[in-house]
């Protein structure tokens, strides 16, 4: 989801532009019983982020080691028996 920082209320906006580096750049966004209802991520902290999930999702795709069988029935074949 995206929004738009004018959609935000100017406390909050403050909040994430200047984070307060002794509590750390993450927003934890809870509702009134304490559970974690949300998380605001910093640009560079979210850029990391993805760029390991890339990374552990490379390693598993790279440790598939199916052997290619050629006489293995296609998408469709396997569709048409379904029906």
Do not use: C, H, W
């Not at 989801?1 to 100017?10: A, E, G």
């Not at 949300?38 to 979210?46: C, D, R, W």
């Amino acid at each position: 989801m995206r929004i738009k920082s004018t959609d935000l209320p100017t406390n909050i906006l403050n909040l994430i532009n200047n984070p307060d580096p002794l509590e750390g750049e993450d927003i934890q966004i809870e509702d009134d019983s304490g559970k974690l209802i949300g998380v605001i991520l910093q640009p560079k902290a979210y850029e990391f982020f993805v760029k390991k999930i890339g990374e552990r999702e490379e390693e598993l795709d790279g440790k598939l080691n199916e052997p290619y069988d050629n006489n293995s029935k296609t998408l469709d074949e396997l569709k048409r028996e379904s029906e």
